[in-house]
């Protein structure tokens, strides 16, 4: 059993950066593919974006340029570094863990899952 912690989250105003961190539990977190999903209100929860075994990433086009998810399999954890944020960032994020090496964008592939963090960005 593997369990997620996120922290990092906060307010910030449009412009600015966050960096969220994704703490895992287990000694098979380096084998595992990561990702980080969002979910606005009212809205589905979206991928953000991935990270394989080795570290090959992917993106979504809305966050592609601005977002930079990396991990330490040393310290076993994920994170994922925001910069020019905007007011549409606003969600919970969740990380998630996938006992595969590869990563997928469907978060119904994903079988472990942190409690989420808010981040809100002001205009």
């Known amino acids: 059993q593997v369990q997620l912690v996120e922290s990092g989250g906060g307010l910030v105003q449009a412009g600015g950066s966050l960096r969220l961190s994704c703490a895992a539990s287990?000694?098979?977190?380096?084998?595992?593919?990561m990702g980080w999903f969002r979910q606005a209100p009212g809205k589905e929860r979206d991928f953000v974006a991935a990270i394989n075994y080795r570290g090959s990433t992917y993106y979504a086009d809305s966050v592609k340029g601005r977002f930079t998810i990396s991990r330490d399999n040393v310290k076993n954890t994920m994170y994922l570094q925001m910069n020019s944020l905007k007011p549409e960032d606003t969600a919970v994020y969740y990380c998630a863990g996938r006992r595969q090496a590869y990563y997928n964008t469907r978060s119904d592939e994903y079988d472990y899952w942190g409690q989420g963090t808010q981040v809100t960005v002001s205009s």
């Open positions: 287990g000694r098979t977190f380096s084998s595992y593919a």
